[in-house]
């Protein structure tokens, strides 16, 4: 689980983050679009461990709410698209 103790971008950011994602059920593509390029790199890596501790978990049998990891990994297809997004404009 990320810290927050080893954020390479602005502490305020993370903290936006933090808030935004406590406040809504999903995210939105246009609040996502905000986010410098780190700030989501860091958020799918995140992300792609929460998934990989849920899939676990429900094969455990620990976990039988399987909306919350089809929120996750859309979630993740979001960010995956704005960052394919910006690093297209950066190479054009």
Same mark, same amino acid.
């Given at each position: 689980?990320? /810290?927050?103790? #080893? !954020? %390479?971008?602005?502490?305020?950011?993370?903290?936006?983050?933090?808030?935004? +994602?406590?406040?809504? #059920? %999903?995210?939105? *593509?246009?609040? !996502? +679009?905000? %986010?410098?390029? =780190?700030? @989501?790199? !860091? &958020?799918? =890596?995140?992300?792609?461990?929460? *998934?990989?501790?849920?899939?676990? +978990?429900?094969?455990?049998? &620990?976990?039988?709410?399987?909306?919350?990891?089809?929120? $996750?990994? $859309? /979630?993740?297809?979001? *960010? @995956? =698209?704005? @960052?394919?997004?910006? %690093?297209? $404009?950066?190479?054009?």
């Amino acid at each position: 689980m990320y /810290d927050g103790q #080893e !954020i %390479f971008c602005d502490c305020r950011l993370y903290d936006t983050w933090t808030r935004y +994602r406590e406040w809504s #059920e %999903f995210m939105k *593509i246009a609040e !996502i +679009r905000k %986010f410098p390029t =780190t700030e @989501l790199t !860091i &958020e799918s =890596t995140k992300l792609r461990e929460e *998934i990989a501790e849920l899939k676990r +978990r429900l094969h455990m049998g &620990e976990v039988q709410n399987v909306k919350v990891l089809r929120e $996750k990994r $859309k /979630d993740l297809a979001r *960010i @995956l =698209t704005v @960052l394919g997004e910006q %690093f297209t $404009k950066e190479n054009v």
